[in-house]
């Protein structure tokens, strides 16, 4: 298994790879980077000024997700509104509109940011680099589960080097290739979801932000683009983005993926040997849970992590092990980023053991 975090496609150009400071950030990637999650609502180029005018109700919060308070990350002050989002009294209905104005924001920022990225890069990613290196060095027959924490395409458009069948049938998508498995817990750019408004009402966007504390959303899951005109009136409701707010504390309540896919990858998880970890940090509380239930059988033999540099991984090794309980007897850490390991073929080891 190998599980991607935001540091993966920070790092996932070998043509540029990440700055040293932000300032000295390369012209031509023209703010198109794939940020970390304390950059995310930040717009040094202007690159994002267009989808942050497209959502008035975004303002009022924006200032304090770009200058979070010192001590705090932009994860914490987003828990904070969705506590007051949803209070059990005194909830503040505005906090609940501003906060679906959020979700469409990061919905459309990861669609422009994937889209830009991959033509910047050619669509030559360390994604697609390193799913040719483990495919050399796995049994064909063998799943591979992928799990990535991040909103964007680019794990999507690495498979689709190695005949990976997108399929619309969004219940099967594991299905969608004999060997690599994807998995999304947090959503995706590509999926939303059905609200329970009735089927005749008719919503844009902007509509049902100003509604959203007048619906909830349902289990049905779509692949579909929320934001796109000819698509969003095409179903029995209203649909929304798919994907999850970046909280803090990340509990079961923040997936965001169909049960079927939860239900697979629990299904392939006891069979788990090696995992791989890529600029993931490991704080997700539930998918933690469902690890430590998974290796009580002590499958899990071999760990590798790759984070911003050794020193980064070490941390995370540690975090992992103590968050499942369980410290596999072969762990080993990358000596640089993503961008290293694939270059220099660290991982083909990992692969063939």
Sequence with gaps: MVIFGAGA???SS???????APEEEELNVGGWRPPLANQLFLNPQGAFSDIVQRYDRLRPILSRLRQVPEGRSVEQQLEIFQNEADAQMNADR????????????????????????????????????????????????????????NYDSLLDDALLSFSYNSQNDIG??????????????HGSVNWSRLTDLPGGARRTPLQLIEQADSFNLTDKYVVAVATDPHQFFNY??????????????????????????RHYLEKLLPQ???ILIVGWQAREAHFSYMLRSAFRTRNLTHLKVVGK???????????FAGEIGLLPR???????????????????PFFRA
């Excluded at 070998?14 to 040293?20: A, L, M, R, T, V």
């Excluded at 649909?239 to 896919?261: G, M, R």
């Excluded at 290293?340 to 991982?347: D, I, L, N, R, T």
């Design 9 to 11: 496609s920070f790092d």
């Design 14 to 20: 070998p043509d540029f790879p990440p700055p040293n």
């Design 94 to 149: 505005e906090r609940r509109r501003q906060l679906f104005a959020v979700r469409y924001y990061l919905y459309e920022l990861f669609r422009e940011l994937s889209s830009e990225w991959l033509k910047r890069t050619d669509h030559v990613t360390n994604y697609v680099s390193l799913i040719d290196q483990i495919r050399q060095h796995i049994p064909s027959d063998e799943p591979v589960a992928l799990v990535t924490f």
């Design 172 to 185: 099967r998508h594991f299905d969608a290739h004999p060997t690599f498995k994807l998995f999304r817990p």
């Design 236 to 261: 029995d409701g209203p649909i929304v983005p798919a994907i999850a707010i970046p909280v803090q504390t990340k509990t079961d309540d923040t997936f965001e993926w169909p049960e079927s896919h």
């Design 272 to 274: 788990v040997t090696k």
């Design 309 to 319: 540099d050794a020193e980064e991984a070490g941390r995370i090794v540690r975090y």
């Design 330 to 348: 072969d762990s080993s850490v990358a000596a640089g980023g993503f961008s290293q390991f694939v270059a220099e073929g660290e991982g083909e």
